[in-house]
């Protein structure tokens, strides 16, 4: 169920009308409708006065780093292999930019230096192998040229692993 679908349904729950909704919430009768239309793209503000009106709190959670959908790409991270279905260019920049995040936090974690290397290789591959797929994902990213300028020995070996996992992506 999606946010317009949800909303309406609680409204409708509580029974009232989109125009008490509105004035419960301070949005306007015309937000409260596209809203529930799907035509609106709220602001979180008005969202959480929106969600707050009919019961309900927003909350916003960062999405966890699939770590071994980047090892079965580019680095022996872990044992197990991605799930299946993940083999979708959406999916590999989800969690490539997601590791990318992960890794410009500070840590100290034991296993870090071979993520890093894991997204050095597959950033390498990325650039190397499949240029305009670098160029328009990854080119204007400050975390990724750091990522790269950082490529060691260990990162230059496991691009070629890293560019014959990426080609059943690409």
């Keep these: 169920m999606n946010l317009s679908e949800h909303c309406k349904r609680l409204r409708q729950a509580l029974g009232l009308s989109q125009a008490e909704l509105g004035r419960l919430c ?15 793209n709220p602001s979180l503000s008005s969202l959480e006065k929106l969600l707050d009106a009919l019961g309900h709190r927003l909350q916003i959670d960062m999405q966890a780093m699939d770590w071994d959908l980047l090892a079965s790409l580019g680095a022996p991270l872990s044992s197990s ?12 920049l989800r969690s490539l930019r997601l590791a990318l995040l992960a890794l410009s936090a500070p840590g100290d974690e ?5 993520k ?5 290789a597959l950033l390498l591959a990325l650039k190397l192998h499949f240029p305009s797929f670098y160029r328009r994902h990854f080119e204007a990213s ?14 230059v070996r496991l691009e070629r692993i890293a560019v014959r996992a990426l080609a059943e992506y690409l």
């Design 116 to 120: 890093q290397d894991c997204v050095q």
């Design 81 to 92: 292999r991605s799930r299946a279905g993940h083999r979708r260019p959406s999916g590999l």
């Design 110 to 114: 034991p296993d870090r230096q071979r």
């Design 26 to 40: 301070g949005l306007s009768l015309p937000s409260i409708q596209n809203i529930e239309a799907g035509r609106a």
């Design 142 to 155: 400050p975390l990724a040229r750091e990522q790269l300028a950082r490529a060691g020995a260990r990162a």
